[in-house]
């Protein structure tokens, strides 16, 4: 096959997941980016993208425990963040996973009020648009740590043109600041209840990306928050899975499987038993360009490998419905 089929066959592979052999595991995992240094190329971490909306951003990765986390630092008139791309089918991996803490949070912020609408920190995972223009139609289900508002509370943004953007408060100033707390949510099942009046709750199709954000630009004051890797697994044990998405799961995940995302973090951090890799790999529709986070997660195939050069390695590639089936 000469160099010009090999791209043009490139060109045609939406998707391709890198995995290692593990038999008898019981989910299929998905890491979003690993923090892995406390380098910031860009003004973000390797695999994301400075997002900037006003004042003047303060990131840095810091060091808790032996692990990078990000760190985002807010004065009292700032609204930014870091995005990065992720296309995940929720259906079939609906949970999302990540570590977080609050170390001070904006006073009065409340995500009810369009006029105090702060939080110290947000996690943001973007749909694909259901309508034109994209900017104004793409759904965005919203996990935040709100100060005022009641753990549990969902609804829109009351900000102009945020009717997409749908929130569900997961902590607030009734948990201890300084603290870090573990999250496990459905995505699936949340994005259903966001969105129940656009398309039956059903998502068009994989997730496009993720952001992490804080903003304190309407109270005018500060706020600062970490969080640490985020992963999309199929099953976790701190959350019940509906059983028609168990049922959605065991007919279309393959055989092979990844480790549960909590054995997964360890060893690929210091490699010190063998574990589990499954690693995505986007390309854009017609284009033989990878995304972002390829980078990253490439090198995270290659140093496991080092580490245990007698694994075996399987790479699997599929496209997406965007193209005829003639044209795929």
Not at 13 to 27: D, M, P, S, Y
Not at 29 to 50: E, M, Y
Not at 209 to 229: D, F, S, W, Y
Not at 249 to 276: H, N, R
Request: with cysteine.
């Amino acid at each position: 096959m000469d160099m010009k089929k090999i791209i043009a066959h490139a060109c045609l592979l939406l998707t391709a997941v890198l995995t290692v052999f593990c038999f008898g595991i019981e989910a299929s995992v998905i890491p979003v980016t690993k923090f892995r240094s406390p380098d910031l190329p860009g003004g973000a971490p390797a695999g994301w993208a400075l997002e900037k909306k006003t004042g003047t951003p303060s990131i840095k990765m810091a060091k808790d425990g032996g692990h990078y986390y990000l760190h985002l630092l807010s004065q009292g008139n700032s609204s930014f963040g870091v995005r990065t791309s992720a296309r995940v089918n929720v259906k079939e991996i609906p949970i999302i996973s990540w570590r977080w803490k609050v170390d001070k949070m904006p006073v009065g912020g409340d995500v009810r009020k369009k006029a105090t609408d702060d939080q110290a920190i947000q996690v943001y995972i973007a749909f694909k648009e259901t309508g034109f223009p994209a900017v104004l139609n793409t759904p965005v289900v919203g996990y935040i740590w709100d100060n005022e508002a009641p753990k549990g509370w969902s609804g829109r943004s009351r900000q102009i043109g945020g009717d997409k953007m749908r929130y569900i408060v997961l902590r607030n100033k009734t948990d201890k600041t300084g603290q870090w707390y573990t999250e496990h949510r459905n995505v699936y099942e949340d994005y259903k209840k966001l969105f129940g009046d656009i398309n039956g709750g059903e998502p068009l199709g994989v997730t496009t990306g993720l952001q992490v954000h804080i903003n304190t630009q309407r109270t005018k004051t500060p706020a600062e928050a970490m969080i640490g890797e985020i992963y999309f697994s199929s099953e976790t044990k701190d959350v019940a899975v509906t059983e028609a998405a168990k049922e959605k799961i065991v007919a279309q995940t393959p055989v092979i499987k990844a480790a549960p995302w909590k054995s997964l973090a360890p060893a690929l951090e210091d490699f010190s038993k063998p574990g589990c890799v499954n690693i995505s790999i986007a390309f854009d529709t017609n284009s033989a360009q990878v995304d972002a986070m390829t980078p990253g997660n490439v090198q995270t195939i290659m140093e496991y490998l080092v580490k245990y050069p007698k694994d075996q390695l399987v790479i699997t590639g599929h496209t997406d419905s965007v193209g005829s089936n003639d044209y795929n």
